[in-house]
């Protein structure tokens, strides 16, 4: 008996199966190769793990689309490997029955935890819900009568126990019994992994919270990102948060609404790097579009003020000119204590007497040179010259005074260099001190180019420091910059300098926020 029903399943259609598989492709790169079992499907080779992800998803559900229903004639696709996978090796000896398989037929997709293949087979329901992680896709229907098919009912007596109080009339059938209705639980509202409690009051309350759950849910199905909507909704998620903690007392609801007014404000400040869009008190709304920055981030602004303000703290030399020149010089080596420099890079500057300036620093010791002031001074770009900075030359005792990368340290001299280079600065011939002014400005000011942090304006006696000049010429370092289009209304009172940067000069600022 069971020996012919193992040989009736084995005369079955076998089950299909469609494997994609992600490999990595050739050494040292981030391409990927993406193959599928399928002799007709060609192999794919995309730049990176994320892309290659989405291929191979978006390849196996092209199949499932393209396939038709699972058939009710088959068994189980897996049944050729002895379902491996949801039969663990017990070691023991096998049983006597040759089909472990029930229930209809279904067209179930694995995927690998690692997301290195993603499989859709053909199998049984006992197996696929057996089978760690499996999803059904499609059920096919189970085989039966069709409705021209059916027998006709028996007639009363035939068959039927039949009463002498309850007569049935002839030719009438049975009525079918009714199923027992099935009850289901509605649903749980949640947001962020928390259940939204049913009697939760006030109602708008649980009603904000469901909106809000089924907003971010919504969100996460995007093919795009909006840092500006993720924003809001972070900042609704906040205040619903803190209401919710106060309602029901959880310090854990408060600590998640504090934890969500700072992704709101992340998200929010990465939004305005990405779209150039500044927010101010004019602006509340931040609809007025601002160029893009030389240096586009937090980090890059902190390391140029940084920067600064080591300068204005360990200058070897007084007075503008050198202040100026070690500012560019220390931006220059800020990587590893020395870089490459032409006499261009000095001659720009608008120094008096650029090459004296260059043997002071190399007599005190702060700046070392293969040969004399004089080869600086006539290097060209196709032979620049080797400088070192000793105090920026980082040592296995003590760290690197500034954490700047090989590829942000060009950056920040290079808008360092442009700024101080200002086209119409030269054809002023402003001198050293208005061109450091300039730059100090450039990282004392508001996105919309007002100076100081929210527009207040700048103290002088930090000017004075940072420029190396006396408080009494910075009327003049003013009245420079407004000639050369860089500055507007500037007003200077016995304690500050206030005044706004022209829109020309706002791709060189570093905002404070």
Not at 15 to 26: C, I
Not at 224 to 231: F, M, R, T, W
Not at 439 to 458: N, P
Request: proline share 9%; glycine share 8%.
């Amino acid at each position: 008996m069971t020996q012919a029903a193992g040989i009736e399943l084995d005369e079955r259609m076998p089950g299909r199966r469609w494997t994609v598989r992600l490999d990595a492709f050739g050494r040292g790169s981030a391409a990927v190769r993406v193959s599928c079992s399928r002799p007709a499907c060609a192999e794919q080779r995309l730049p990176s793990a994320a892309a290659g992800r989405a291929a191979a998803i978006a390849h196996l559900g092209a199949h499932l689309r393209a396939a038709a229903a699972p058939r009710a004639g088959a068994y189980c696709a897996c049944r050729a490997e002895g379902c491996h996978s949801h039969l663990p090796d017990t070691g023991r000896p096998a049983r006597d029955e040759t089909w472990r398989c029930g229930g209809p037929i279904v067209l179930a997709v694995v995927t690998d935890r690692a997301g290195r293949w993603w499989q859709a087979l053909e199998c049984c329901s006992r197996c696929a819900a057996a089978t760690p992680g499996a999803k059904t896709a499609a059920t096919s229907r189970a085989p039966g009568p069709q409705p021209s098919e059916r027998p006709a009912p028996a007639a009363p007596g035939a068959g039927t126990p039949q009463f002498s109080d309850r007569q049935v009339a002839a030719g009438a059938g049975l009525p079918a019994p009714r199923s027992a209705p099935v009850r289901r639980r509605p649903p749980q509202a949640k947001i962020a992994q928390r259940v939204i409690p049913r009697d939760l009051r006030p109602v708008a309350l649980r009603d904000e919270l469901i909106e809000l759950g089924d907003l971010f849910r919504a969100y996460q199905q995007r093919d795009q990102p909006d840092l500006g909507l993720l924003a809001d909704l972070h900042t609704r998620k906040a205040g619903a948060f803190a209401a919710w903690a106060e309602a029901t007392g959880d310090t854990g609801l408060r600590l998640d609404a504090q934890r969500a007014e700072q992704a709101a404000t992340a998200a929010r400040l990465q939004h305005l790097q990405r779209t150039g869009l500044a927010t101010s008190s004019t602006d509340p709304d931040g609809s007025t579009p601002a160029v893009a920055r030389l240096l586009n981030g937090p980090i890059q602004w902190d390391h140029a003020r940084a920067a600064l303000a080591h300068v204005a703290d360990t200058a070897p030399l007084p007075g503008p000119e050198a202040r100026l020149l070690v500012v560019m010089l220390t931006l220059r080596t800020a990587h590893t204590g020395s870089g490459n420099l032409v006499g261009q890079d000095l001659t720009g500057l608008g120094l008096s007497k650029p090459e004296a300036l260059v043997t002071q620093l190399a007599d005190v010791g702060w700046l070392r040179l293969p040969g004399t002031p004089a080869d600086l001074l006539a290097s060209r770009p196709e032979n620049p010259t080797p400088i070192t900075v000793p105090s920026l030359v980082p040592d296995a005792d003590a760290p690197a005074l500034f954490t700047v990368g090989r590829k942000l340290r060009p950056k920040l001299s290079g808008w360092a260099q442009r700024t101080v280079s200002d086209k119409k600065l030269r054809k002023s011939k402003a001198t050293a001190g208005t061109r450091l002014l300039a730059l100090v400005l450039t990282t004392q000011s508001c996105a919309d180019g007002r100076l100081g942090a929210s527009g207040q304006g700048i103290g002088l006696d930090h000017l004075s420091s940072w420029c190396a000049t006396d408080p009494d010429e910075l009327p003049h370092l003013a009245d420079q910059l407004t000639a050369a289009d860089w500055l507007v209304e500037p007003a200077l009172t016995p304690t500050r300098l206030t005044g706004r940067l022209t829109e020309r000069v706002l791709p060189l600022t570093c905002p404070l926020i």
